[in-house]
């Protein structure tokens, strides 16, 4: 992973391999793609996740259908985020991980999400979280920015990878949650649980090949449980669910 180009779509493959190899981070993964599921709700099976990248959601989701912003064998659709090519109320839940914070323009990915989904269809996404701890943990640990100051809900993207902001999420539903709500009143904030404050730091994600063996997990997840009550001070991560009103 070091020294390539983050927008190279051949990286796709490597964070794939990554992935197998890696037990700690990609039972990470699992209990995502876990808290996707539970959260789908009752309206459906037609899914669809965004950025599905080098994932394996569909070991949970055997309906879910992949897409990507780059061709690969595993990808059902090549699309953008922001050009969402089903019909209107189509759709019963759209997923995503890690992939909000870097959509450079999320009004038209809640025009589209809102035209797309039935009543009663959520969006469920796992994405960076701002709190205490995690601006020190971005600032020491990550590449991507973490910019809680961005003044709107857009920036200029340098690439689908390289281009995001991690604090996007806080921004849009928490600092400026009133304006949310405001602008879009048919998606309801279901939920908002920050969490995982020490687990992906552990796994040394996927830019480097330090991390705890997989038969630690257990004893890891079991400590951070320890700040159940603290997580708005110290989660990394929050899953965040939104559901479309009628």
Known sequence: MRGRDIDDPRLIAIRREVLRKKKFLKKIYEDWYTLIKQNLGNTGSRV???GSGAGFLERKI???IKTDVFHQAFIHLVMDGLIIPFPSVSLDSIVMLDVFHHLPDVEKFFE???RTLVAGGRIIMIEPWVT???RKAYSW???EPVVP????WQFD???PLSGSNQALPWIVFERDKESFQSCYPQLHIFKIQPMMPFRYILSGGFSSWMSLPGFCYSTVKWFE???NKKMDKWGMFALIVLEKVK
Do not use: C, K, Q
């Open 48 to 50: 669809i996740e965004l």
């Open 62 to 64: 055997p309906r879910v």
């Open 112 to 114: 589209e999400a809102l």
């Open 132 to 134: 205490d701890w995690s």
């Open 141 to 143: 640990l990550h590449y």
């Open 149 to 152: 100051e961005m003044r709107n």
């Open 157 to 159: 993207s340098s690439g």
């Open 225 to 227: 449980t320890l700040f």
